[in-house]
């Protein structure tokens, strides 16, 4: 976009994907993620003499939600503008009881278990998990030879799984506010965008019952709506469920995948149109 330059009023604030928002908070001394992001929006605003506009994509829109939902709110009045969060699953993702059983590739051209270790234990895999009851039409998740698991049963899953940590993350998430679907919606005007149309898995079927150290990948799954990686349920819950007091507006491409929205020329359009003004809350 004509008048910003990369460095100085526009930049990238990569994190570690791994973390949640436990993670991210960890010490709020200097090296935390949302102690360094903090920094770098205070030194942007400050420097520009205007406010941040925060666009995110995938996980980063709960992660960067869950970074506002511990800000003081004159804090947030004073340095964010708009949070244009593209393709977020706000209330996780079925996907990721797949990748807690046995591993997700995420297509690639990997064993399905590659990067199950890394998975399994990463707090950001427990802070996506689906939860809540906007999943209740899509129950049962997980289903087996002699046991079928519910998304509120999924820490029952983990805890037959063996995976202890994974279990313990959930669950200190759940207990702390902390996970995707427990995060207090933004203050700040924001501006939804995600896509649909594309076949999203929310059951997955095994032919074997779980035991610690299970690697299977599902023999099966069934499909629903969303983008392809985020089921419409989580991709659509802003709109549905954020009460009318949200300064908000919802923008949905069809047939469109999960990571094109980061190239789209509509979408992008879009969010040039909010960050000039041309598109607003009001």
Request: proline share 7%; glycine share 10%.
């Given at each position: ?20 928002p ?17 920094l770098?929006i ?57 990748t ?93 965008i ?27 799954q ?61």
């Amino acid at each position: 976009m004509q008048g910003y330059k990369i460095g100085e009023n526009m930049h990238g604030a990569g994190y570690d994907w791994r973390l949640g928002p436990m993670g991210h908070m960890q010490a709020e001394a200097p090296g935390g993620y949302f102690a360094k992001l903090k920094l770098l929006i205070e030194g942007t605003v400050t420097k520009n003499k205007a406010k941040a506009h925060l666009i995110t994509h995938s996980l980063g829109g709960p992660t960067t939600l869950a970074f506002l939902n511990q800000q003081d709110p004159w804090w947030i009045e004073s340095h964010i503008e708009t949070y244009i969060p593209l393709s977020s699953p706000w209330v996780g993702g079925a996907r990721m009881t797949m990748t807690e059983v046995g591993g997700d590739n995420l297509g690639e051209p990997i064993p399905h278990d590659y990067l199950r270790p890394v998975q399994q234990e990463a707090e950001s895999g427990t802070f996506i998990m689906s939860y809540g009851e906007a999943w209740e039409a899509r129950d049962p998740m997980v289903v087996t030879p002699s046991r079928n698991y519910s998304v509120a049963e999924i820490p029952e899953m983990l805890e037959t799984l063996g995976l202890s940590q994974t279990q313990a993350l959930y669950q200190n998430g759940a207990k702390k506010g902390l996970l995707a679907a427990l995060l207090k919606p933004p203050t700040v005007p924001t501006h939804v965008i995600y896509s649909n149309g594309k076949d999203t898995p929310y059951r997955f079927i095994y032919d074997e019952d779980f035991s610690h150290n299970y690697d299977k990948a599902p023999t099966s799954q069934l499909m629903g709506d969303g983008d392809g990686t985020v089921n419409l349920e989580s991709l659509k819950y802003a709109e549905r469920n954020w009460p009318s007091t949200v300064n908000a507006t919802y923008f949905m491409k069809p047939d469109l995948v999960h990571a094109d929205t980061v190239h789209d020329p509509v979408i992008l359009g879009r969010i040039i149109d909010i960050i000039q003004g041309r598109i607003s809350t009001a």
